[in-house]
Structures are given as C-alpha cells and as structure tokens.
C-alpha cells in the first residue's frame, strides 16, 4: 500500500512517486559520470603536454606569475606556496577531472565557517578532498553579518578547492612550473630596489604600512629586504587579492581593526598608528573602533591624504564584494551603513563623498541600470583602477 505525502504547499503524492523522483536524478547523475569518465578514457591526456601547458601559463606574463603564489609571513619566517590561480591553471591544464567546493558546515556558536574542496581524476578514478575552516568573528568576538559570513564562506571554498586540486596532481607535473613562477617575480639585484617599491606600493593599497612589512618579516629596515624577500613580498599581496588571507591574519601583532563592522580583509592602518600613540592605552576588550572615555577626550588624530585614499579604498571594496552577493541591493545598502557608522572621527565630508558616488553608481549597476566599470569607479573614488577589485557575476 502506498503511503500519501503531503508537502508544506499542501500538494499531496505518494511515495512511490518520491522515491522515483529521487532514483531518476541519482541516475541522472550516475550516467553523466560515466560519460566523462568514458571520454577520459577515449581521450587520455599527455603528460608532456600537460608540463608544457602548466609553465607557459603561469609564467605568460610578470602579472600571471605573481597571481600563482601566495605567502604568509610567521615569526619572520615566510610560508609560501601555490595560490588557487595556480591551482586552477593546473586543473585547466591536466584535463579529464572534475574539481568542486562548498561550505559544509557554519557555527556562529564556535565563530567558524567550513568549506570542502573536492578534486576527481577521471582517467585513474583517484579523488582528494580537504577541508577548511575560517573564522567569522572579529578580534571582539562578534559574529560577522550575514554578508561577510558568504564572502567568508567564498574564501574558504577557494582554499578548499585548492588544497584538492594541489592534493590530486602529482607535483612532479608542476614543479618546475612553480620554481619558474618565484623566479619570474623575484627577479634579481639589478630589479631589487624597483621590485621593493612596486611591493610597497601595491600592500599600501590595502592599509599597510612599511613598519608593518618589516616586522611580519623580521628585518630592520627597507635596506635589509633581499632578493629572496620580494616573493614573499609579492606572495602576500597576491594572497590578499585573492582573498586566501586577510591584512589581520598577515599581520598578527602588526594591525589592528579599527571597525567593528564585520569585515576584517582590509583594515585600515592609519587609526591603530594614531592609537599607539595616545597616552592613554585602551582596555584590552575596548575594540579600537570604539575608544573608552578617556581617548575620547585625547586631541583629534592627524591623518593624511593617503590615509584617506587606504579608508576610501577599502570601503568601496567592501562594497563592491557585497554587492556580488546575488545581487542584493539590500545587502550593499546594510554594508554602506555599515561603514558610515563606523567611519573614523577624521573621515570629512569630501573623503566620505568618494564613497557615496561609488555605492550610488553600483546601486545603479544591480539594477541593472549601468554596466560595472571600473574605470568609472576609480573616477568617482579618485583612486586607481588597479587598485580596485573586479565585480564578479552573482552567484
């Protein structure tokens, strides 16, 4: 006898016909495996090929090699390693696989968020997957918005899918590519001084300072960063544009949040600098975005115009990834509040103006009223356009 379900729609089916509906698309499913993995077969890939394919990707250009590393500077001691552009050259080139991500699990409870990344060799029928976990608290403790936890989750994933991908080609295939990367972007003595410039520039654009750079890698002074620092150095932009780190986590003990806005990728650096210097210190649990009442009778902090540009920047991208989020014009509305209320006491109505014209125009763009340019963005923020971050389709 078959037993009758009746949904929340109040539409009522029996079980049999359930159970179909769930074989068909297992069999769906089992069937498009077969035919790639049939076509694999039909179609094996050359490892020569697939050597050559790897290394004239990645080091096409001084840009696309950069982009293959990223780097973490631990107690003045680099930790480098293959980026997930890298990863996804290598998936492109070895052919005959499958490779996927997802968060699996989100505890606001424990402050984490975790993503699986799976890789799947069609040919040998091998498969490597790995997790990750990331934080959605800010060094208060507080929970991220639900925004920032789905920009989380999106960095997780691409950690994850790069650790498989990593996991599942042999390195023999890639390891020369790799070695030809790190000396692509280090370059040599008679690059030394131009390459330290470029590398101070491009980390300024995300709030950090020189002092900060020298103390994540245990030098004294510009004059002490080598050769061998300046893959570490680009390493770490490369990881901080591609969202497999943030400015806290690259610089523990060097930087500190100045918002209590759930967003911790760019921090800015001119209110922790400013902070250091008050007589009165804060308590350890006052987060800095919000100073205890004897800072704020101290003197109003001085700030520069390029302390300005490293808080517009960072502010339009914030909202430029909020609003990639299936373009929800109520989420980039919740993140520009955000930000207004959370500005520092120095930020002045021009300086917040850059950023008014940036959320109106993309306000535009989810509308589907103009087209994303960041050209237009860089014009309205007065900044560069290098500078600012790509609008991905929405998910």
């Known amino acids: ?158 950690i994850a899918m790069r650790n498989a991908i990593l996991a599942g080609v042999p390195k023999p295939l890639w390891r020369k590519a790799y070695d030809m990367v790190q000396a692509t972007i280090t370059g040599d003595i008679t690059t030394l001084s131009e390459n330290r410039e470029k590398a101070f520039k491009a980390l300024a654009a995300f709030g950090v300072k020189p002092d900060q750079i020298f103390a994540s890698l245990g030098v004294q002074g510009e004059e002490d960063i080598t050769v061998d620092h300046i893959a570490t150095l680009r390493g770490m932009y490369s990881a901080l544009k591609n969202g497999e780190a943030t400015v806290e986590e690259m610089f523990i003990g060097t930087v500190k949040a100045i918002s209590d806005h759930a967003k911790i990728e760019n921090p800015f650096s001119a209110e922790p600098a400013t902070a250091q210097t008050n007589n009165v210190p804060p308590e350890p649990e006052t987060p800095a975005s919000e100073p205890d009442a004897g800072e704020q009778g101290a003197s109003e902090p001085s700030f520069t115009d390029t302390d300005a540009d490293a808080w517009v920047l960072n502010s339009v991208n914030m909202l430029i990834a909020s609003a990639m989020i299936g373009g929800d014009l109520d989420v980039m509305r919740d993140q520009y509040r955000g930000i207004k209320q959370n500005a520092p006491s120095w930020v002045d109505k021009p300086t917040l103006g850059r950023v008014d014209a940036v959320s109106i125009f993309l306000s ?28 991905p389709e929405a998910n």
């Open 364 to 391: 535009q763009v989810m509308q589907n009223d103009e087209e994303f340019d960041k050209w237009r963005v860089a014009n309205l923020s007065k900044l560069s356009a290098e500078q600012i971050n790509d609008l």
């Open 1 to 158: 006898m078959n037993q009758e379900i009746i949904t929340q729609d109040g539409e009522v089916f029996e079980e049999t016909t359930a159970l179909a509906s769930t074989s068909m698309a297992v069999q769906l499913q089992k069937a498009e495996i077969d035919q790639l993995v049939s076509t694999a077969h039909a179609f094996p890939r050359s490892l020569k090929r697939v050597q050559s394919n790897i290394l004239g990707m990645a080091t096409l250009d001084e840009e696309s090699a950069e982009e293959c590393i990223y780097a973490l500077p631990r107690g003045g001691k680099p930790i480098r390693g293959p980026s997930i552009r890298f990863a996804e050259i290598l998936k492109q080139s070895y052919g005959n696989c499958r490779a996927a991500a997802r968060v699996v699990h989100v505890d606001k409870t424990e402050g984490y968020i975790e993503a699986e990344g799976v890789f799947h060799d069609l040919e040998t029928n091998a498969a490597s997957t790995a997790r990750v976990r990331r934080r959605i608290t800010d060094r208060a403790g507080r929970v991220f918005k639900d925004d920032m936890i789905i920009v989380t989750g999106n960095a997780a994933c691409s």
